[in-house]
């Protein structure tokens, strides 16, 4: 399941910003009549719709997973951690619906009535991104259920399960995160195009438009995850120790960079900054701040040594290529403030490429961090992860199987979307029937038919 989600959540940001910026393309077209804006729009609908469709089948793949793996984790639990999948569920329609219409929009709809088709597009990706946050959350956060003496879930309020006290912040980091990757990602594609030497309108303007999108979320998701990681201090001190290597409690906590624990909760290597963790964990008490350690928690609920290194290393993966790509913004944004245009120059186009990659490392990075730091449980301090997976000794040829599927379903999406860019290329731009917004051509009259004569033929 962790190989499914990680292929699965890279679609994610491309259908929740991809909307955005089609609509941004398409508001530029008709507000400034920019024939290139127009046919970014048109283009990025259609690579859109491929995504949204690859993306509902890795979806579906994972919500069978949830039964197949997690049997008795979904047979306690189901009532409740379903709910936000029942409103996912509805956003999801809704998405695919409104896509359809905005696709065969272009040449059926006067150019506001099909804009505005496109904005239920861009809501429903955020609430169903939300919902599906939600139910992660709640994971961290359980709450909105009443346990019998058995400890079976005998009632369940709704509002409580979809709004607990971590959802807020993780749908904001994850929303953000969605614009983050989403724009680095499609700018990175035309930041290559660019290095090639294709510099026209075109392609400064889909740079322009996915790369601000991104630059704009940089920032606001370092603020927003700092946020998070105080939360996760106060609330799961276990996962926040993991995070930053803290065997024993303590006060004046370093930041250690890299760095992992030994056999005997020991700090092997790093680069510590002194007094770092204490300060950021509260910056109103400074290094004064209490840590609590590892080892101040029991045996039976805390992490392995091997899972304390893979979070403490996914968190530094992630804090550092968030702060290598907040530097890139902050580039991009001086440039165009200082000199009214984007930086264009060799060395910036190389970087933006590789902003794309490295934006869906930094991603997946924040995932693992966000399920392994919360091991042993399956549901914070409810049930732990070996009391809810399933015991089927099949699993490995089931995650074969998975695999063959998805490395086919990647190829056939990169492929596909390639040979769409080729053919649009080739094309060069709208012909004359494919004019979206354009009159369509009076249907040409035809002479009435001539009507058959028949000849009668009398018997002699």
Not at 2 to 30: D, K
Not at 34 to 47: F, V
Request: aromatic fraction near 12%; proline fraction near 7%; include cysteine.
């Amino acid at each position: 399941m962790a190989f499914t989600l990680m292929c699965h959540i890279i679609l994610v940001p491309l259908g929740v910003s991809w909307a955005l910026m089609t609509l941004v393309a398409n508001y530029r077209a008709i507000r400034h009549d920019n024939p290139h804006a127009l046919l970014l729009a048109q283009r990025w609908s259609k690579y859109m719709a491929v995504t949204f469709a690859v993306g509902a089948v890795t979806g579906t793949v994972l919500s069978f997973e949830f039964g197949l793996l997690w049997p008795r984790f979904m047979g306690r639990w189901g009532a409740a951690f379903g709910v936000p999948f029942a409103f996912e569920g509805i956003f999801f329609f809704v998405e695919a619906i409104f896509v359809a219409i905005y696709i065969f929009g272009w040449r059926r709809l006067k150019p506001w009535t099909h804009f505005w088709t496109g904005v239920p597009i861009v809501l429903a990706g955020i609430f169903g991104t939300m919902s599906v946050v939600a139910a992660n959350a709640w994971m961290n956060a359980p709450a909105g259920f009443t346990l019998n003496a058995q400890g079976d879930v005998v009632s369940v309020n709704p509002i409580g399960v979809i709004f607990n006290k971590s959802m807020p912040l993780q749908a904001a980091h994850m929303l953000v995160a969605a614009y983050l990757v989403g724009g680095f990602l499609v700018a990175s594609v035309y930041a290559a195009a660019m290095l090639r030497g294709r510099r026209d309108h075109y392609h400064r303007l889909a740079f322009t438009i996915a790369f601000t999108v991104a630059a704009i979320a940089t920032p606001v998701q370092l603020a927003v995850g700092d946020t998070i990681a105080r939360w996760v201090y106060q609330n799961q001190p276990t996962k926040f120790a993991a995070i930053e290597l803290v065997p024993t409690t303590s006060s004046d906590v370093p930041e250690t960079l890299l760095g992992r624990v030994g056999p005997n909760w020991t700090v092997k290597g790093g680069l510590p900054i002194p007094g770092l963790a204490s300060w950021l964990s509260d910056p109103s008490t400074g290094k004064a701040t209490v840590v609590q350690g590892l080892k101040a928690f029991p045996v039976d609920n805390q992490p392995t040594i091997a899972e304390v290194n893979i979070v403490h290393l996914m968190w530094d993966v992630m804090i550092g290529l968030g702060t290598l790509l907040f530097l890139l913004a902050l580039w991009y944004g001086i440039g165009w403030v200082v000199r009214r245009r984007l930086p264009s120059n060799r060395l910036f186009l190389l970087a933006a490429t590789a902003a794309g990659p490295l934006a869906v490392i930094a991603m997946e990075a924040g995932w693992i961090v966000t399920e392994v730091g919360r091991q042993p449980w399956i549901v914070y301090n409810q049930m732990r992860v070996s009391a809810a997976v399933t015991g089927n000794h099949g699993v490995w040829i089931s995650f074969i199987a998975i695999v063959i599927l998805y490395a086919a379903l990647g190829v056939t999406t990169i492929l596909v979307l390639h040979r769409m860019s080729r053919r649009f290329r080739r094309a060069g731009g709208f012909v004359e029937h494919d004019t979206p917004y354009a009159p369509r051509p009076a249907p040409q009259s035809t002479p009435p038919a001539e009507p058959e004569q028949r000849v009668k033929v009398l018997d002699p």
